[in-house]
Structures are given as structure tokens and as C-alpha cells.
């Protein structure tokens, strides 16, 4: 080292100042996300708050979302929001446990790779492509499928409520393609889960005589349970928001039904929609619906990240 | 596992060691316990392939209607044709059945299929997106891990770090909407707005992916940086960073990548554009807006683009996404 590169040492000051605003300024970097949440919080509050003057409590409780006639309570679109996002973990969540399961016990070794690149790719595919996707290609056949099942349970007290006539657009349609959408977080969250578990446990489990799938059942399932509740509530989150791939194949038709196969709404779908053109009141309601929208996902994805923390204190304690 | 010592395979993989334990005991299995292990492990891999088979179908029907248009030059380069609409319905048998002639004679033969404005119009927007969130979120890292590390500012920002990348796209459109469109009217919607509302969503993504890459610097750089006598920033920006560096160009792809994809937050901040615009100010558009948009249009034309649209899209996605898992495994610092 010559000697020019060691006079930076002798000015200490210099160096000092150089030090402090670099930690400030990685500070004030560090501070801009939750700058942001603040920011996104009150700035759509304020902009929604005409519709909540203007309507009231029927906004929050109000069961009919009519722009054209100056109504708008969120009640059938959190409803629409809520159903598809069920719809959609419920099918997606055996499948990604399965495949989680797969990829971490069952897979042999060289398999495991190409299985998880696959699920990895899937989360990289455009919401919209998904959409045009369904809307081209699926509900012709959605369509047909629904109505055969309604035909064949139409004498079925219950299940003729819930399994009703379709034109293909439906809340069961866009629970379908949203599951598809889901599998890849729940997936890659459940399988970090799954490899959680000790080892020495499972092959304690396999030494005492289980077969593999004792030994998932026994040790691997009991392990993980809060993991995978985490799991599940981040897919749930994810579901709750997604917004392109609904709008296109869901009807827009805002209806609280216990018909799976009818047409429906949701929240982001309705904003995406209409955003752009809407104007005075029912702008705000609009924007009323994103604050809505962020205060639940919010609310979800810290519970989830509370309980995958907890879950990871636990490991890593023992 | 002591069965190892008695029988020793040469370096057995755990999956190995818990086949041939299984294997071995399989033989005295009664046969229902038998038949519920192999049962649920072939129900395992059917998952797989239930959730494969829909991509790989989609991935066929998308290149099958809309690769056509895509590998013609003038696709890349002319503007989208803006009487697409119109076409549609002068070529629309249907409608002179029912006496609705327009009487144009828009003939749908010379209309150039181009994308060239929203190809350029999404290149810039997350160019724009990713200038703004990249440095700050790199930065936000660096206070995380090597100021920040597990002091509770620190802890929290992290917490809500991961809690923001659970916030839905569209939620950033509409900040981004409430804050910059409606102040400005129309002229607020441009690619500057789109850039703006996507930096928002890239921003954790990064946080988090550098994060983890600074993680994995040994702390023997850094120590073996600070005995020399250097300061932490300079140790930071010269030896740190450069260690994460794959790791963290390869978090910024995926985001770049997933910010490519999103046409929720874009579409109502964006205005519009059939004509290819350079500028962050003014009405532009992107390739997921112009997917949705033409799907909304409907006709044989439009639905044309939207295809063409989805294939350049994917394209553009997965390219980036597989170079980034290219970086992440070839430059992985062990």
C-alpha cells in the first residue's frame, strides 16, 4: 500500500462526517417504507372521506353498490372479495401442501429443482395473461361445466343454492384461476416450513418402523401447523388483492348469492374497472374501497407474518 | 442414524438413506399401510402435475394465438393501430345482416398490427420505477443490516417491509392516483405516474432481497475492512456491496420482472397513447394495459393484439426472471 492511500486516515474529520451522513442517509432510506404505508393511509383516507360524508353509515353497511343510482354501500363487494378468496384457498391449499410435501419428502433428489423452478416461473406470469387466458379459453368450457353440475343438483335442497345456473362468468371462475395465482407463495412458504422440521425427528419417526407417510403425518404435519396456518393467511392476503385476472372473468356484477356460479364483484376489480372514469362522489367511493382493501390485506399479512415469525423464533430457539 | 455404520452407502443423500430405511421395512408392511404410503406420495406428484398441466395449457394456448403477429418486424417497430374498433366492425358480417353497414371500408387486411408504443412504453415505465426504487431500497438495506441489524427501528422496518409486499398492486395505483393524477387533472396520468405507483410495489421486493444477500457477507470482509482502518460507509460501498452484488442484481430482476407484469396499478395512472411517446410526461401506455384495453375492445383485430401483446409480455417476464436466477445460482457466495 503506498503511502497516498493512507493520508485519508490522518483526517479524521472528514471521514467522520462522510460516516455519519451515510448512515443517515441509509436511515432515511430505511424510513421510506413506512413512510409510504403512512402515506398511502392518509392520502386515500382523505380522498375517500366524500363518499363516507356523503353516504354515511350505509357506506360501510349499505347492501347495494348502484353508481347509477348514487348508492354505494361496499357490503356485496367485500362479500365478492372474501367469497372468491375462499374459493380460491381452498383449492389452492391442499394442492400447494402437496406439492410442498413433494418437493421437500417424496421427490427424489434431481426432481426437486426442476419442480420448484416450475412453481417459481408460475408466480413470474402477468395477472392480465392469466385473464385473457381464462376469459378466451376457459369460460366456454366453465360454462358448460357449471350448468351441468346446477342441472344435476337442481333437486338437491342445499347444494341447488349454492350450485346454480352460469354464464361461465362466476365467482367459482375467478376462484379457480385465483387459486392457480396463490399456489406458488403458499407453495414456497409452506416448503421453507416443511424443512423447519428436525431432521432427527423424522428419522427417529422412519427408525421406529413409520412409513414415510406416518412419518409426514406423525412429525412433519405437526410441526409445521402454525407455519401453514402463516401459509395459508399470506395466500389468503395475496387473493384478497389480486385484481386484473378477476376483473376479467368474474361478471362485474356486484350480488351477494349463495350461488357459486354466478356472477359477482370485488373490491380491487371495481376499482381497476372504474377508476379511471369515475368522478365527484363516486370517485371517492372508489377510492373508499382501495382504503378498505389496504386496511384488511394489512391486517392479514401482519397476522400471517406474526405467526411465521413466532413459528421461526421456535426453531431457531431450540 | 446408526443403520448407516452397519450398511454405509457411499455418501447417501437423506432421501436415499430414508428410501432404503423404508425400502428395507417395506417388505414386513401389512398391506393397507403399504398401500396409504405409496397412495399419498402418488398424491403428492399428482398435485404438481394438476397445477402444471393448466400452465403448461395456457402457455401453449397464448403462443398459439398470439406468437403470429410477434415475430413480424412491424410489430416492434409501427404504432397500435388506433381503427382497430372501427375494422372490426367494417368487417363485421353480423352487423350488415342486421342492417347496421357502417359503410366504412376500413379493410382489416391493411391494418399493420403494431405494439411498438407500449413495448417502449412498459420498458420505460420500470426503467423509471426501478431508478427510483433500486438505490432507495438498496440503501434501506444497508441501514437493515449493518446499522439497523436487530434494534427494534430496525426490526419494525423489517416487519413492515414484509407486511408492504403483501399490499395489493392496486392499492399503489390508487395512492399514486390520489397523490399525483387528481391534483393534476388529466395531464398527471403519464408514464412518470405509472413509474411512480410501481416503484412503490418494487420497493420491499428489493429491501427484502438485498437484505438477505447482505446477510450472507461474511463478517470477516467487513472485519478484515475495518482493521485496515477503512469507515463502515466505505466498507459498505466497497466491500460489502460488491460481495452481495449478484444476489442483489438478482433481487432487483425479479422485481423489475414482477413490476412488468402488474397492469393494476398502470392502467388508470398511465392515460393512453396509440402513438410511441419517449417522455415520462404524457399519456403512454404498457403491454399489460394494452392486453386489458383490447381485450375490452373485443373485436378479432383487437383480440389479435391482445394476444400478441400477452406473448411479448411473457416473453419480457420470463426472460428476466430465468437471467435472474441465473445470476442467483452461477454467483452465489457460499
Known amino acids: 500500500m503506498s503511502s497516498a492511500d493512507l493520508t485519508p486516515l490522518t483526517e479524521q474529520g472528514r471521514g467522520a462526517v462522510a460516516d455519519t451522513a451515510f448512515r443517515v442517509v441509509a436511515l432515511l432510506s430505511g424510513l421510506a417504507v413506512l413512510v409510504i404505508l403512512a402515506a398511502i393511509a392518509i392520502s386515500t383516507s382523505i380522498s375517500a372521506w366524500p363518499a363516507v360524508q356523503d ?21 356485496p363487494l367485500a362479500f365478492g372479495t372474501v367469497l372468491v378468496s ?13 406439492i410442498a410435501l413433494f418437493t421437500t419428502e417424496v421427490a427424489p433428489d434431481r426432481l426437486r429443482r426442476p419442480v420448484i423452478t416450475v412453481i417459481d416461473l408460475m408466480a413470474a406470469v402477468p395477472s392480465v395473461v392469466f385473464g385473457i387466458w381464462a ?10 361445466l357449471f350448468n351441468s353440475i346446477a342441472d344435476a343438483v337442481s333437486g338437491i335442497p342445499i347444494l341447488n343454492s349454492i350450485f346454480g345456473p352460469s354464464s361461465g362468468s362466476a365467482y367459482m371462475s375467478a376462484g379457480m384461476i385465483l387459486a392457480l395465482m396463490i399456489t406458488p407463495i403458499i407453495t414456497s412458504v409452506a416448503r421453507e416450513v416443511f424443512t423447519t422440521v428436525p431432521v432427527n425427528d423424522k428419522s427417529g419417526a422412519l427408525a421406529l418402523g413409520a412409513t414415510k407417510w406416518e412419518m409426514i403425518k406423525g412429525v412433519v404435519i405437526p410441526h409445521s401447523f402454525g407455519g401453514l396456518t402463516g401459509a395459508v393467511m399470506l395466500g389468503f392476503g ?34 381497476f374497472r372504474q377508476l379511471s372514469e369515475a368522478s365527484s362522489t363516486f370517485r371517492a367511493a372508489l377510492i373508499g374501497l382501495g382504503v378498505c382493501l389496504f ?8 397476522s400471517a407474518r406474526r405467526i411465521v415469525a413466532v413459528v421461526d423464533r421456535r426453531v431457531k430457539g431450540d | 442414524m446408526t443403520d448407516l455404520q452397519t450398511a454405509p452407502p457411499p455418501a447417501p443423500s437423506r432421501s436415499e438413506t430414508f428410501e432404503a430405511l423404508t425400502g428395507g421395512v417395506g417388505s414386513t408392511l401389512s ?3 403399504r398401500f396409504k404410503d405409496g397412495f399419498s406420495s402418488v398424491l403428492f406428484a399428482l398435485s404438481f402435475l394438476l397445477v402444471t398441466a393448466p400452465l403448461l395449457w395456457m402457455f401453449w394456448d397464448v403462443l398459439r394465438q398470439g406468437l403470429e403477429p410477434v415475430l413480424n418486424l412491424d410489430w416492434w417497430t409501427e404504432p397500435i393501430p388506433g381503427d382497430v374498433v372501427r375494422s372490426d366492425l367494417a368487417g363485421n358480417a353480423d352487423l350488415s345482416d342486421l342492417g347496421f353497414d357502417t359503410g366504412e371500408t376500413v379493410d382489416s387486411d391493411s391494418v399493420t398490427l403494431g405494439m411498438q408504443p407500449a413495448i417502449v412504453g412498459t420498458i420505460l415505465t420500470v426503467l423509471g420505477a426501478s431508478l427510483l426504487a433500486i438505490p432507495l431500497g438498496i440503501l434501506g438495506a444497508v441501514y437493515l443490516n449493518e446499522y439497523g441489524k436487530k434494534g427494534r427501528l430496525a426490526s419494525f422496518i423489517r416487519f413492515m417491509t414484509d407486511v408492504m409486499t403483501g399490499v395489493p398492486s392496486v392499492i399503489m395505483g390508487v395512492f399514486i392516483y390520489t397523490i399525483w393524477v387528481i391534483p393534476r387533472g388529466v395531464s398527471g396520468r403519464s408514464a412518470w405516474a405509472a413509474s411512480l405507483a410501481l416503484a412503490c410495489l418494487m420497493l420491499p421486493i428489493v429491501v427484502r432481497a438485498t437484505e438477505e444477500m447482505l446477510r450472507l457477507v461474511p463478517d470477516s470482509l467487513r472485519e478484515a475492512s475495518a482493521a485496515l482502518g477503512t469507515r463502515t460507509w466505505k466498507t459498505t460501498i466497497t466491500v460489502t456491496i460488491p460481495a452481495a ?14 413490476a412488468a407484469g402488474e397492469t393494476a396499478p398502470v392502467l388508470f395512472v398511465i392515460g393512453f397513447t396509440t402513438a410511441t411517446n419517449l417522455s415520462f410526461q404524457g399519456g403512454n401506455t404498457t403491454l399489460s394495459a394494452q392486453i386489458y384495453s383490447q381485450q375490452q375492445n373485443g373485436g378479432p383485430l383487437a383480440t389479435q393484439l391482445a394476444w400478441g401483446a400477452a406473448v411479448t409480455l411473457i416473453g419480457i417476464v420470463l426472460v ?4 435472474a436466477r441465473w445470476i442467483a445460482k452461477r454467483y452465489t457466495i457460499d
Open chain 2, 245 to 258: 452484488m449478484a444476489g442483489i442484481v438478482s433481487g432487483s430482476l425479479l422485481a423489475v420482472a414482477r
Open chain 2, 320 to 323: 428476466t426472471t430465468l437471467v
Open chain 1, 55 to 75: 353516504q354515511g353509515l350505509y357506506y360501510f353497511f349499505g347492501t347495494e353498490w348502484a353508481p347509477s343510482a348514487g348508492k354505494y354501500g361496499i357490503v
Open chain 1, 238 to 271: 395475496r387473493a384478497l388483492g389480486e385484481t386484473v385476472a378477476v376483473a376479467l372473468i368474474i361478471g362485474a356484477v356486484p350480488n351477494i348469492t349463495t350461488n357459486l356460479f354466478a356472477k359477482g364483484e370485488t373490491m380491487p376489480a371495481q376499482i
Open chain 1, 295 to 302: 386496511i384488511i390485506t394489512i391486517f392479514v399479512n401482519i
Open chain 2, 31 to 33: 398391506g393397507g399401510r
Open chain 1, 86 to 98: 375462499l374459493i380460491a384457498v381452498f383449492i389452492s391449499v391442499p394442492l400447494s401442501l402437496g
Open chain 1, 135 to 144: 376469459f378466451y379459453n376457459l369460460l366456454p368450457g366453465f360454462q358448460s
